[in-house]
């Protein structure tokens, strides 16, 4: 099973803003370059080799058969009258084991092996978690660009004003006051880039710090955040939760319970033990032979504890999933809703209330260094202007968040459009 986060690699990315450093926006990192970084560098995901290796000699050394003992006895030596010195000793060499009854062996390499099947799906799940964390990461140096392209805009309208409002001012036309408000709003505007600059640095820095890079030398590829995809209905989308690792693991937890409960009903069958010799005896120089087998009594009551938690873990197991599985059903529908509606906020922004606030500015602008609108009026629908920008910007990484969660819980791509069969455009 295979996410399909990447798929939001082209939807998620604004262009990389220039920047005063040359070198820096000469890496280019895209989100799949991202995904391979952590996916190979991850300790979290290189752990689970080591698990491996670790549940595979607890197999080797589950299925192993009991012991042979071999051992000596030594008796009526070293005493007094008949027994003294080795004159009455008799030595006896002896091959002990046991003889396990029950199937234990075999439930002992089944419980084993499933052990190590559920490391898949263990992996499966945080590599999941783990490309979430990345695609997360990602939008948030992301949404930093998208910011300083905003600023940018705001500083070339405030810039603009500013012009105008010295060019009033020295025609007589405008007083003072509007350039000093006009330079103080240049300056917001300045801050708001310098804001996003060390937001977008932070975010990088916490972005390399997935695979350990200590400095980041990369700007992100270039990509527009507010192209936002269809996706899936929600039913649909729903039915995907039962193929989900989360889920998943618990068919695997539930082999791994199945074979401790056959493992602890097999100790209702009590081992044999046995052992078998040859004894000399010294003083007539005669050999004979020796044996013995033992079982231990009251096996199926000592065993009964065992089972009886055993068969409540099963028992408790599924009711764990039935409340996951809800747990994950809730998570999907607010996150589906939340994509829903922020797609929606977009697509509003971007048809109707951008472009007519563009619009809105350019005459706000004419009007003011024509002499027949305030500077007042020229910054708030400027403001406004800014606003609408900020506002779409947010709206479209929100529904991107939302997408990155849905990834995660379903596991699968959730594109709808041109998509067939969880195959991406």
Known sequence: MSVRIAALAACMVVACAAASDPVRCAERLSLDDAFARVAALHPDLRLFGALQTQREAERDQAVLAPALTAGATLENALGSGENRGLSGAELTLTLASVFERGGKLDARRVLAQSRIDALAVEREGRRLDLLAEVARRYLAAAGAQGEAAIAQTDIAQRTQALAAAE????????????????????????????????????????LAALWGERTPRFELAAGDPLVLPPIAGFDQLADLIERTPEIARFADERRIGEARLRLARSEERPDASWQIGVRRLQADGDVALVGGVSIPLGAPRRAAPGIRAAEAELGALEIEREARALSLYATLADAHGRYRVAQLEVERLQRDVVPLLVRSVAAAERAYAGGAASYLELAQIQSEHTRALVQRLQAALAAQQALIEIQRLTGQSVLAASTVAGVTP
């Open 167 to 206: 060019r009033r001012l020295r025609a007589g036309a405008s007083p003072e006051s509007a350039v000093l408000a006009a330079r103080a709003a240049l300056a917001q505007a300045e801050l708001g880039a310098a804001r996003a600059e060390q937001h977008g640095l932070a975010a990088r820095q916490a």
